[in-house]
């Protein structure tokens, strides 16, 4: 029985690709999709169900190729467990930090508004010019990450254009690089490229640029734009002001609601039998309270003058481990999926192999008997 008179049908999920089907021809490339392929015109069937006409050596080939895929998936999926550990414990751990830095420069603020002492940082002067600091990552294949924050700078950008202001942006990360490299008419002040393993020094060089905007008074805000971690399966692309200093002591978004979560949800990557779990606990972020009476022996200007970089290199580094963290933990995810798409996929492949076998067996075996009863 000839191989092209047989015609099997799957159903693929709308996941494995961003067509709505997939289509499987014989080729002598196991991965290239066909261009032209025939359809039949059932309108009983779904728009879901392709059909698949190939020989069962280009069949064997295409379900070795998705078997080492799948191997591939699942090996990313567990470096990124690995690394997202990490990533989780430095954001948790270093968010009572800087939010207790912040509260120190608000109750220092607060005690100095009676002294005539000019702090830059906390000036509020009306705002003509606005600095964009946006993180993405430096690497793909982790789901909407660079997208999400991507079209978050977007909107942004479209808002300030509808309020008559100007911007310019300072791009942190390979993938942001290459998005505003390819459009000339976004103003940039600054490219940087991110690391593997977010540093104070990377922080530092980050909060010099925007330290010096600032005072020089070339921009009169600065935003920045970054992911803010939230769970395994969740990661929200958030906008803070970073400069002037929040009079509230909170980070705080353009709207004025703090982005910072009173609690944070940890989660634990452990083993189950045999597959990868996550176990969930609830750390809350404690925070000092300081006496309204507290006198200093410095003197108020050497105080701020040492905390107010220490604050701009703290508020960058959390957000640079918190985009991190997300990153790694919708790469973790993308990757989940991209493997459970390879099995299923697999498995279907399997039935229709094993169809075609059985169909050309039962073919040759129709052919014997038939002769044998031609020779009677």
């Given amino acids: 029985m000839s191989c092209a008179n047989l015609t099997m049908w799957v159903s693929s999920k709308s996941s494995l690709s961003d067509t709505s089907s997939l289509s499987f021809c014989s080729s002598l490339n196991p991965f290239q999709l066909p261009t032209h392929c025939s359809t039949p015109n059932n309108p009983s069937r779904s728009s879901s169900v392709t059909p698949i006409q190939c020989g069962l050596r280009e069949l064997r080939s295409r379900i070795d190729s998705v078997k080492n895929t799948q191997k591939i998936t699942e090996a990313m999926k567990l470096v990124a467990a690995a690394k997202v550990r990490r990533a989780q414990e430095a954001v948790v751990n270093g968010r009572p930090f800087s939010e207790t830095l912040v509260e120190v420069l608000y109750n220092i603020n607060e005690q100095l508004q009676t002294e ?49 202001l100007e911007y310019t942006v300072i791009s942190v990360g390979k993938k942001g690089n290459s998005y505003f490299i390819r459009r000339p008419y976004i103003p940039v002040d600054r490219f940087l490229e991110g690391s ?73 990557l452990t083993t189950k039998e045999g597959k990868l779990t996550v176990e969930r606990d609830v750390v809350r972020t404690q925070t000092a309270d300081f006496s309204p009476i507290l006198q200093f022996e410095q003197d108020p200007v050497q105080i701020l003058d040492a905390l107010l970089p220490l604050y701009l290199n703290s508020q960058i580094l959390k957000a640079l481990q918190e985009s991190l963290a997300s990153e790694l933990a919708n790469r973790m995810s993308a990757m989940s999926n991209a493997t459970d798409n390879a099995v299923e996929l697999k498995k279907n492949l399997s039935i229709i192999y094993n169809r075609q076998r059985q169909a050309k067996i039962t073919g040759e075996i129709l052919e014997i008997v038939a002769g044998a009863d031609a020779l009677v």
């Fill in 116 to 164: 005539d002492i000019d702090v830059p940082l906390t000036n509020v002067r009306p705002v003509k010019k606005v600095a964009l600091v946006v993180v993405t990552g430096d690497r793909g294949l982790c789901g909407g990450f660079n997208n999400n924050i991507i079209k978050k700078a977007e909107a942004r950008i479209a808002e300030l254009k509808e309020l008559g």
């Fill in 196 to 268: 593997n393993l977010p540093t104070a020094k990377e922080a530092q060089a980050i909060a010099d640029d925007v330290f010096s905007l600032f005072i020089s008074e070339e921009v009169d805000k600065v935003e920045l734009l970054y992911t803010k971690f939230v769970s395994l399966v969740k990661s929200d692309p958030v906008i803070h002001t970073l400069l002037p200093l929040s009079p509230k002591g909170e980070i705080c978004d353009v709207n004025g609601i703090c982005v910072d979560a009173a609690e944070d949800e940890f989660f634990r």
